[in-house]
């Protein structure tokens, strides 16, 4: 997941283009390039679709960032966020709360009109968080938002009233762009409450209130977006938004290169530093806002308590967790694979969020030690065999484990060649298995699976992805719904996640916090290798103020929100010159071949396709 998922991605057919790109050789040298129309008249914004992918376009069941971006896109929410984590206004125009802080009131905006000319009311809100309060299926993505929530009426168009179990100090952020949830038109969705599990929602143009309009989708290919000139926070300055999909970064990397892309964000170090200083190329960092790594799934259960899936017993085991921790060399992964351009992970909670740092003491410290984590295998009964695997006094069975990476990330592909050694180092060996996104995820609640590289993003405010290490997250006893990513689940720190809802103070609040990244950090369920900088790089000739903020120290602009970049972003001069010069303005796909990985067809483009952390990338 922000909140926003983006797991990981892998086998690289666009190696040969991009790299010839990259050093500066021409794609007509490699492929004749052909256009296929996919916009209409004005200007338009052309950029990957974020993260691993688009999961669903249904906002109570997906949780890919690239699902979440397109609902901030498409969908309203109650409020926006300043960069510096101040609430605005957006659908409502402004808000109290009672002197228990048990109510909250919401004023909502008058005269706004969903897509199809149907007012927006408090009713709209007020049946979104109702269904998600009462529909288990309808919680899947935002359950854990809503757990404090008692009510919610809409005693009139205008008025939305929230009441909490407990005074909740976090309501202003619960229903913000990206990583809150999403209003939804009543009208639309309440016919479809009954088969909520199964409604994809794409009937275009999809009904909705945002800078954008959703008017086509390709799946795993490009979504398309028309602007909304009449929305409330300002009109979006291009008139058309194009996210394409690719196969891998190198894929995309190219496709920004030959003037396919005008905009691209995730890139990796390598990528990074070739491209720094290109003429008509402006790269940029932002403060990282994910965790990387690797998720182990130490004993699958769903909510009942029922054992799933088909783990290695001996992941159950803290010692077995806490020795791969001490195996993996954090430094060496920070210097050799991310060029330095990343922190090594310790706490829960990204550098985005530096209010919320915890970091571990000198005792708690599972820095690199191969030693420390044979000892503690040795100590746990683990004893070598022969050929120098261990084996599982109580299951007899080798400590041999799957490691399933995502098939479109060429990070985690090092990173797993890494930690194979590694882990062979204190008898521990694993079998590298390359999955799609859509193969994992379908893995992942039903706990097929042993370990799992990993990454997860937040927005301002981090409720979400502390949610998704609770209890509520567990999965039901078919191994569906929920948002788990490693079957965590602890008593006390599901009561420190009530009780940071509650905290008014924000010095308490970061206290509880760092008290729950304690708790994980010991228990190794998420094991956090890095937290790398958001790496991107726009085209200074097409677009301009996709960038905003003053750079910290390190260089690093602050975390950028999805929204301002949609209302911020603007074309260039020289684009808008060029495109009268040519006559095209229209937006056009370009397939600069087969090896950036896309496929003509008729009337569109297929593009070769990640799940993210990312996901929420």
């Known amino acids: 997941m922000s909140p926003l998922r983006t797991p990981g991605h892998r086998a690289r057919r666009g190696a040969a283009l991009a790299t010839a790109l990259l050093l500066g050789i021409g794609a007509s040298s490699l492929t004749a390039p052909t256009a296929v129309a996919a916009g209409g008249d004005g200007t338009t914004l052309r950029m990957p679709v974020t993260g691993n992918g688009i999961d669903s376009l249904n906002p109570f069941l997906a949780y890919f960032s690239g699902s979440l971006d397109v609902f901030a896109a498409i969908y309203p929410s109650l409020n926006t966020m300043d960069a510096d984590g101040t609430a605005k206004p957006y659908l409502a125009e402004s808000w109290e709360?009672?002197?228990?802080?048990?109510?909250?009131?919401?004023?909502?905006?008058?005269?706004?009109?969903?897509?199809?000319?149907?007012?927006?009311?408090?009713e709209d809100a007020a049946w979104t968080f109702n269904m998600i309060m009462t529909d288990p299926t309808a919680a899947t993505a935002n359950g854990s938002l809503v757990e404090?929530?008692?009510?919610v009426s809409a005693p009139d168009a205008g008025t939305l009233v929230i009441r909490t179990k407990k005074p909740q100090a976090n309501m202003l952020t619960i229903s913000i762009p990206v990583s809150g949830i999403p209003i939804v038109p009543k009208h639309v969705w309440e016919?479809?409450?009954?088969?909520?599990?199964?409604?994809?929602?794409?009937?275009?143009?999809?009904?909705?209130?945002g800078p954008w309009t959703l008017t086509e989708r390709k799946v795993e290919q490009y979504v398309k977006f028309d602007a909304n000139d009449d929305f409330v926070l300002g009109a979006p300055k291009f008139d058309h938004m194009i996210q394409q999909q690719?196969?891998?970064?190198?894929?995309?990397?190219?496709?920004?290169?030959?003037?396919?892309?005008?905009?691209?964000?995730d890139l990796n170090p390598t990528q990074f530093k070739a491209l720094e200083g290109q003429k008509g190329l402006e790269t940029f960092k932002e403060v990282g806002d994910r965790w990387s790594g690797i998720e182990v799934n130490g004993d699958a259960r769903t909510r009942?308590?029922?054992?799933?899936?088909?783990?290695?017993?001996?992941?159950?085991?803290?010692?077995?967790?806490?020795?791969?921790?001490l195996a993996v060399d954090k430094e060496t992964v920070v210097k050799k694979i991310l060029g330095g351009l990343a922190r090594p992970g310790g706490g829960y909670l990204p550098p985005s969020l530096p209010q919320y740092e915890w970091k571990p003491s000198a005792a708690e410290r599972l820095d690199h030690d191969l030693d420390r984590a044979n000892a503690l295998l040795d100590d746990g009964g683990y004893k070598k065999g022969g050929d120098g695997i261990r084996v599982d006094p109580k299951?007899?069975?080798?400590?041999?484990?799957?490691l399933g990476i995502h098939s479109d990330n060429d990070t985690y592909a090092k990173l797993s060649t890494y930690l194979t050694g590694w882990f062979k180092e204190i008898g521990v060996?694993?079998?590298?298995?390359?999955?799609?996104?859509?193969k994992l995820n379908a893995d992942l609640a039903k706990g097929d699976w042993d370990i799992l590289t990993d990454s997860w993003s937040t927005g301002p405010d981090p409720t979400y992805l502390l949610g998704i290490q609770s209890c509520g997250a567990l999965p039901d006893d078919k191994g569906e719904g929920g948002s788990t990513d490693s079957f965590f689940c602890d008593k006390e720190y599901d009561e420190l996640f009530k009780d940071q809802q509650s905290a008014f103070s924000e010095s308490e609040r970061a206290e509880l916090l760092r008290q729950m990244q304690s708790i994980l950090y010991k228990a190794n369920h998420n094991i956090l290798i890095y937290y790398a900088d958001a790496l991107g790089v726009y085209r200074s000739d097409k677009v301009t103020g996709v960038v905003a903020g003053k750079p910290n120290a390190d260089g690093a602009h602050p975390a950028q929100l999805a929204l301002d970049t949609y209302l911020n972003a603007a074309p260039a001069k020289a684009t808008e010159k060029a495109a009268a010069a040519s006559g095209d303005g229209n937006g056009t796909l370009i397939a600069v071949g087969a090896a950036v990985a896309l496929v003509l067809v008729a009337g569109g483009v297929v593009v070769a396709r990640r799940r993210s952390a990312d996901d929420r990338e």
């Open 97 to 122: 709360t009672s002197a228990d802080k048990l109510t909250w009131t919401f004023k909502i905006r008058k005269d706004l009109k969903w897509s199809d000319g149907k007012p927006i009311t408090a």
């Open 148 to 151: 404090n929530f008692d009510s």
């Open 191 to 209: 016919p479809q409450a009954k088969n909520l599990k199964d409604f994809k929602n794409d009937s275009y143009p999809i009904v909705g209130y």
């Open 246 to 265: 690719f196969k891998n970064s190198d894929a995309a990397v190219a496709a920004l290169r030959s003037g396919q892309l005008d905009y691209l964000r």
């Open 304 to 325: 009942s308590g029922k054992k799933i899936g088909t783990a290695h017993p001996a992941l159950g085991d803290v010692k077995v967790r806490t020795a791969l921790a």
């Open 395 to 402: 299951s007899k069975r080798k400590l041999e484990f799957r």
């Open 429 to 438: 060996k694993t079998e590298i298995q390359a999955m799609s996104s859509s």
